[in-house]
């Protein structure tokens, strides 16, 4: 299924490379000056400093597109990936035009679940005669998985109202099937109750995901087969090895971690859950964050007060979201000068109504 409409290129990217970044930051400010209240920015909590600064508003993704939507701007420049990109075009209004400042920018846990590939679960999942599934979608998933879950009568949820979209959703079937992220799932089904072998993994490859009928028709929740590139790579040792070099210190994690990193942290939480938590913290107060790293550092500058550090000793960076370079936002507002629309995130209408219901029953349970 297409879900990317790229117009044709004004300019060529390769021409910004070579600038330098005061060029790029002075061109960047006179573009958003000439494109006054038509344009937009947004700026997802991951992406690099020099890109944030130019921001009109940042968040988390779903808070972007859902204020992006409330807007006037004709054009939405958003610096965050491909599936951030697709529900601000299902939420936006009808003249306004989405804009990804490099296809590139995908996410690897979104792409884990492959619409065929569900609906091929589904089917199996049916044809053992289980069939009383409630199927729940985080945030960071394709368009064409939300729709899945909105023509299904289930509903897409966040890291924040994970918990109440799976409360809602066993008041109304027997067992819920989660995409894309198993440790987001196990960590809020967890969290309600429910037993870790009342969990089953599902992995694409195999056969009813690899488990037997008898152990599917007893699992509570079926988890697919994907995670975060990023939260995957910390380790509960880490916890460990932090309290022991650093006493006293708070842990605070992301719940795409892992099960044994969160319960083995003080807090987990959402993106905007840790920097609220940092915000409200006192000074001098100790953290080690289990996050994207760039957020981290973001946050280590804004609070020079508190001890904050990265819980893992290596760079837990996402990449993807790296490849938004300030010459690619330039690149795309300097074509928006010449009136040229590079890099448009279009969604078929069909797939946008549908993921559209599954994110508007999202806000409907979650008040």
Partial sequence: MQLVTLKYQ???????????SAEITERIELARLQLGTKLLILGHHYQR???????????????????????????????????????????SRTHQKVILPDLAAGCSMADMANIDQVETAWAELEDIGINSIMPITYMNSTAAIKAFCG????????????????????????????????HLGRNTAYSRGIALDEMVVWDPYLELGGNDPEKLRKAKIFLWK?????????????????????????VLVHPECNWEVVQKADYSGSTEYIINKIAKSEPGSMWAIATEVNLVNRLKNQYPDR??????????????MFRIAPENLLWALENLCDDE???????????????????????????
């Fill in 10 to 20: 004004a300019r060529s990217i390769e021409d910004y490379f070579n600038l330098s």
């Fill in 226 to 250: 994907g995670h975060c590139s990023v939260h995957g790579r910390f380790h509960h040792k880490q916890v460990d090895a932090v309290r022991l070099e650093h006493p006293g210190i708070n």
């Fill in 341 to 367: 629309v590079v890099n448009q995130i279009t969604v078929p209408e069909e797939v946008a109504y549908w993921a559209k219901v599954a994110l508007d029953r999202m806000l409907t349970i979650a008040q």
């Fill in 151 to 182: 023509e299904r009568q289930g509903a897409v949820c966040t890291s924040t109202n994970a918990r109440g979209i799976f409360d809602w959703a066993y008041g109304q079937r027997e067992k819920v099937f989660f995409f894309p992220d198993q």
């Fill in 307 to 320: 001890f904050i550090r990265l819980l893992a000793p290596d760079l837990c960076m996402c990449s993807t």
């Fill in 49 to 91: 400093d020099d890109v944030i600064r130019h921001a009109d508003l940042t968040g988390d993704s779903f808070k972007l597109s859902k204020m992006a939507s409330e807007r006037t701007a004709e054009y939405i420049v958003f610096c965050g990936v491909h599936f951030m990109a697709e529900s601000a075009d299902i939420l």
